[in-house]
């Protein structure tokens, strides 16, 4: 379904029990809903909320910003690297506030918000920026994009900065897409290439914009160092990060929970940059755990052992 928040038509999957507790999912670069899988959805309505999925501003179904035109990344890299200021069509603070928004448009006075990778960037935002909104937090395998931090390598960077051999051709389209999460993904708990390549062609088919992933990577290099929001946020944080990731190196997750008052940490061996199948109980326990200590069921912080 298609909800106005912020001025912005966003699309929306709204599942669960009507009381359960409502959990924002906000997705990562370029990213859809249907990123979310819904097996993870299915084990996270058991454990009693409303999961409300959607597509950030300019991706999937929802609104375009086409008219903004595509971002020169080349010189948004290249002054980021020279810690020179970097322009983009819009922030990620706007997507946090299109998250607000619609939180409230949708009748919550809050929600419990989780964030992958980007949307994780954005999460932050919305914790700092409208803390009223937000009951407990998640971030996996995100970042505060402070300049210290370990950075991918080159192997990474490329195929992240690589196109489709024919950028017309669903099929290669869909092998591009295959080669990024080959780079990327959980070396291990690696996703049977069938099973990957069919959830890959299925979102392609649903939307493909490549100049919006663009212009959301210019927003990511724009945000930079994110170090003086966090110890304002006030959520119960669970921060969930893969020992294996090679895109965000797991340093940015344990600074994360250093840096975010009594946040609670979860370091996977074996996870990369996606999300496993075998991961998905485990990503519903740490979600609904740090849910529950927003209603008091928690009195202390521990760090989660990695097993």
């Not at 997750?253 to 370091?267: H, N």
């Not at 991961?279 to 529950?292: E, M, N, T, V």
Request: charged fraction near 20%; proline fraction near 8%; hydrophobic fraction near 45%.
């Amino acid at each position: 379904m298609q909800v106005s928040a912020n001025g912005i038509a966003l699309e929306v999957d709204d599942r669960g029990p009507p009381d359960g507790e409502p959990l924002l999912m906000i997705m990562g670069l370029g990213m859809q809903l249907v990123a979310w899988p819904e097996g993870l959805v299915d084990l996270l309505v058991a454990r009693g909320f409303r999961v409300i999925r959607f597509d950030n501003r300019d991706v999937g179904l929802s609104q375009r910003f086409d008219s903004l035109g595509v971002p020169n990344l080349a010189a948004a890299a290249l002054r980021h690297t020279m810690g020179l200021p970097v322009a983009s069509p819009y922030r990620l603070a706007e997507l946090a506030d299109d998250s607000a928004a619609l939180i409230a448009a949708l009748g919550f006075e809050s929600a419990h918000v989780c964030g992958a990778s980007m949307g994780g960037m954005v999460a932050q935002h919305l914790a700092a920026r409208h803390p009223q909104r937000v009951r407990s937090l998640t971030l996996m395998m995100t970042t505060s994009g402070a300049r210290q931090l370990p950075q991918p390598g080159w192997k990474v960077r490329m195929a992240l900065l690589s196109r489709p051999q024919d950028p017309h051709s669903h099929e290669r389209i869909v092998d591009h897409f295959m080669h990024i999460y080959g780079v990327i993904g959980s070396p291990g708990f690696p996703t049977e290439n069938e099973v990957l390549r069919e959830r890959l062609s299925a979102s392609v088919r649903r939307a493909y914009r490549p100049a919006a992933t663009a212009r959301q990577l210019a927003a990511i290099l724009a945000d930079g160092d994110r170090t003086a929001l966090l110890a304002g946020i006030r959520a119960p944080t669970m921060v969930i990060h893969g020992l294996a990731d090679p895109l965000v190196p797991v340093e940015a997750g344990r600074e994360l929970a250093r840096l975010i008052p009594a946040a609670t940490l979860d370091l996977i061996p074996g996870m990369g940059h996606d999300l496993p199948q075998p991961l998905w109980p485990r990503f519903a326990d740490d979600i609904a755990r740090i849910a529950g200590r927003d209603r008091g069921a928690y009195a202390s912080d521990t760090t989660v052992s990695p097993t």
